[in-house]
T-cell receptor, first 112, second 113 residues
Framework: DGGITQSPKYLFRKEGQNVTLSCEQN?????MYWYRQDPGQGLRLIYY???????QKGDIAEGYSVSREKKESFPLTVTSAQKNPTAFYLC???????????FGQGTRLTVV | QQQVKQSPQSLIVQKGGISIINCAYE??????FPWYQQFPGKGPALLIA?????SEKKEGRFTISFNKSAKQFSLHIMDSQPGDSATYFC????????????FGEGTQLTVNP
């Protein structure tokens, strides 16, 4: 089945540690996105990539980093510089222009 | 800067009633307006979308109404069912930016049996 796979579903980390969230898609989409979801705030764009080896900051990129070495993969690293990392993280993909974005099932990150 | 404002934050309706959720946008360059449905612990899924060349789009019990001059659009759910209980997000994007979606804050809908 085609889709987007995020792993793990739940992740716990100690404060000060970097953590990497995985996102893989087999939809042959060029564009991939990372969103952060907090209660009452909707989804906010962290980073996006429209082509391999290229990515742009979204609205809340501080404290996060990404890479896009393969079309299918777009991992997100939450660094120790992110002041409030506990959140629900959603990865999405789409064809490049104005079309439906498909979302993964999310990773809930809790930093203690 | 919040470019898409959504209301209400929460909504309770009775089974068989009409659920109405409203959104307003600021950026006149937006040309794609989807609505997403999200169940707890899951990723959002596209419900219905509209482009500004039409004023209304209907798919089954779900209808989007679009008012370009007022920069507003709304989702109507007819004959609401308990299975419709979920969080609904409106969004907007410019086609030239791909699916770089700007989301509203979300509406938590509860449909009582």
């Amino acid at each position: 089945d085609g889709g987007i796979t995020q792993s793990p579903k739940y992740l716990f980390r100690k404060e000060g540690q970097n953590v990497t969230l995985s996102c893989e898609q087999n939809l042959n989409h060029d564009a991939m996105y990372w969103y952060r979801q907090d209660p009452g705030q909707g989804l906010r764009l962290i980073y996006y990539s429209q082509i391999v080896n290229d990515f742009q900051k979204g609205d809340i990129a501080e404290g996060y980093s990404v890479s896009r070495e393969k079309k299918e993969s777009f991992p997100l690293t939450v660094t120790s510089a992110q002041k409030n990392p506990t959140a629900f993280y959603l990865c999405a993909s789409s064809r490049t222009r104005g079309t439906e974005a498909f979302f993964g099932q999310g990773t809930r990150l809790t930093v203690v | 800067q919040q470019q898409v404002k959504q209301s209400p934050q929460s909504l309770i309706v009775q089974k068989g009633g009409i659920s109405i959720i409203n959104c307003a946008y600021e950026n006149t360059a937006f040309d794609y307006f989807p609505w997403y449905q999200q169940f707890p612990g899951k990723g959002p899924a596209l419900l219905i979308a509209i482009r500004p060349d039409v004023s209304e789009k209907k798919e089954g019990r779900f209808t989007i109404s679009f008012n370009k001059s007022a920069k507003q659009f709304s989702l109507h759910i007819m004959d609401s069912q308990p299975g419709d209980s979920a969080t609904y997000f409106c969004a907007a994007s410019r086609e030239t930016s791909g699916s770089r979606l700007t989301f509203g804050e979300g509406t938590q809908l509860t449909v009582n049996p």
